[in-house]
């Protein structure tokens, strides 16, 4: 391949790279020894392979959140500026206590726009695969006008983690988190629209 070549390929790229949608995989859980990163790890890892948009992490605990009205603290705005810059979510929600974490709610409750009009997956685990958390969230997504996907793989804590800390995923839910990731980059593209 000649040396043009080589620059208008790399120029393709980059601008594929550009137009891609952002889709931040948020991990819901802040706690010490929690298993949120292995968890979103493995959805980031699935979510590479399939080339169709920019995937990243954001870590809750990064931004070290006040509670809200608690005090002004500068990781308000980054929280606000991380979440204006993706067009997309996929939330790793755990269960606790039939609900989303404390730091998840809090979380949600920091920003406003920069959810709206935006969509997302949720992929949850807990003892009952953490369903009751997610329906507990969709309902809160309805409030941030966050358009929450039909496609929702849920992880058993008995039988895709080892003492329930190590994360071992059944085979069986690879072709749920791409089904919910196909309904999430879709809806993330239309939804850019209505923002532009
Ligand atoms: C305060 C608390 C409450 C919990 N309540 C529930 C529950 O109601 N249902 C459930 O399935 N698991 C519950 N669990 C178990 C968690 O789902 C499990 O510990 C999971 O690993 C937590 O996610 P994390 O490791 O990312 O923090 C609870 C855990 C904690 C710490």
């Not at 039939?98 to 709206?116: C, M, V």
């Amino acid at each position: 391949m000649g040396l043009l070549d080589k620059i208008f390929e790399k120029a393709n790229e980059e601008e594929q790279t550009m137009e891609k949608l952002n889709i931040g995989i948020i991990l819901g859980s802040t706690r010490q020894g929690r298993v949120s990163p292995q968890v979103g790890e493995w959805v980031k890892g699935i979510a590479d392979k399939r080339g169709d948009a920019n995937y990243e992490i954001v870590d809750i605990a990064d931004f070290k959140l006040p509670f809200l009205g608690e005090a002004d603290a500068p990781g308000i705005a980054a929280w606000n500026e991380k979440l204006a810059s993706l067009d997309g979510f996929v939330f790793i929600v755990q269960e606790y206590n039939h609900s989303i974490t404390g730091a998840l709610k809090n979380a949600l409750d920091l920003a406003r726009e920069a959810w709206n009009n935006k969509a997302a997956g949720i992929v949850s685990y807990g003892s009952t695969g953490g369903a009751r958390a997610a329906e507990h969230l969709r309902g809160i997504c309805g409030e941030l006008k966050i358009a929450d996907v039909r496609t929702h793989p849920t992880l058993s804590l008995f039988t895709d983690f080892e003492n329930g800390s190590t994360f071992k995923p059944q085979e069986l839910h690879l072709t749920n988190v791409n089904a919910m990731l196909d309904e999430v980059v879709a809806w993330s593209g239309a939804l850019k629209t209505l923002r532009q």
